[in-house]
């Protein structure tokens, strides 16, 4: 599929759109990826203090929000 456009030159417009879009969500499948081992990592650590099952994964849930904050953050920046 392609598309004239004013200068007429010929550029496909849905296979562009698609390559952006597949990116876009490739980083923000990374992100979360990459917090879920942040999460997971401090849930671990939060463990062998002794602390209890609950507040692990209370830990681990703030430690993923935050990793996973940041990762959008810098995916917005990258973008502009």
């Keep these: 599929m392609t598309t004239q456009t004013h200068g007429g030159r010929r550029k496909r417009a849905t296979a ?10 490739s980083r923000v499948i990374h992100a979360a990826v990459l917090s879920a081992v942040v999460a997971v990592a401090a849930a671990i650590l939060k463990g062998f203090t002794g602390a209890g ?9 703030s430690a993923f929000g935050g990793a996973m904050g940041l990762g959008l953050a810098a995916i917005n920046a990258a973008k502009r």
Excluded: Y
């Design 16 to 25: 562009v759109a698609r390559s952006h879009a597949r990116r876009s969500s």
């Design 53 to 61: 099952i609950a507040e692990a994964i209370l830990t681990g849930g």
